[in-house]
């Protein structure tokens, strides 16, 4: 179809969540195909230099980047924004995506989520267990005592659930799915919020439809999503 939008790349990356979530927040239709990263051939590499996932197929337009194609999807389809209507929540807002996108992305889920899950399993390499032990004894205290000095008593970030919400959640959860255990005396703030983050509909859909596809083969993650959205 004409206007027909495809996210590539597969829900278990936090970053095709990111969008995938914004697209289920905002009752945009779409298909995905989850491609796996580390895998792409010439042609992925033509739609995403980086050879990186997600990529937003729209009609004829296509652009990668969860960021780029997160804004490009609230400036398509502005109903029910995860981008506050207030400048200074917006700019939070953009911070905490880029602070969950690349600090946490670097220090988190590739320290636990690549080295636990990824290389074993996809790469068949194993684990470098004093990245994780880096991970799991500095960068991530760091991390949570700043989100923790950051958090609201109630409700999240920036007023509304936001961009910076979902990009923080979506990211976290990969860690859980890493074996990792978050301190919820230390870290109060952390967990109710996370707690209230994966209670919102949307957040619990696609964590799901992630550990539905965990520990699966790669072939049959295509069917597994499918029947997942045509529910
Ligand atoms: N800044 C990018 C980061 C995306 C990203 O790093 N995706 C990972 C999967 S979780 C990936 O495709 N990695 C493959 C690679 O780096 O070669 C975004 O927000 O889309």
């Not at 990529?55 to 990668?64: A, R």
Request: proline content about 9%.
């Amino acid at each position: 179809m004409k206007d027909e939008i495809t996210i590539i790349g597969t829900p278990i990356s936090p970053y095709v969540r990111k969008v995938l979530a914004i697209l289920d927040i905002k009752g945009v239709p779409f298909r995905c195909v989850p491609q796996i990263p580390f895998t792409g051939d010439a042609d992925f590499t033509r739609i995403s230099p980086l050879r990186r996932i997600p990529v937003l197929k729209h009609g004829d337009f296509t652009i990668p980047d969860s960021s780029v194609i997160a804004q490009y999807l609230e400036e398509k389809f502005p109903e029910n924004p995860v981008y506050p209507s207030d400048v200074e929540a917006r700019a939070r807002a953009r911070w905490f995506e880029e602070y969950a996108d690349d600090h946490m992305g670097r220090n988190v889920l590739f320290p636990l989520f690549f080295q636990r899950r990824v290389r074993p399993v996809v790469l068949k390499e194993p684990t470098d267990e004093a990245v994780v032990a880096k991970a799991i004894n500095e960068d991530l205290p760091e991390i949570l005592d700043y989100l923790e000095s950051q958090l609201p008593d109630e409700g999240y970030l920036c007023g509304p659930l936001s961009v910076g919400d979902i990009a923080i959640g979506s990211l976290m959860r990969n860690a859980f799915w890493a074996d990792w255990t978050l301190d919820a005396t230390r870290w109060p703030g952390v967990a109710a919020y996370l707690g209230r983050l994966y209670r919102e509909p949307t957040m619990a859909k696609l964590n799901s439809l992630a550990e539905s596809m965990l520990g699966r083969s790669p072939k049959d993650h295509p069917a597994i999503v499918d029947e997942f959205f045509a529910a």
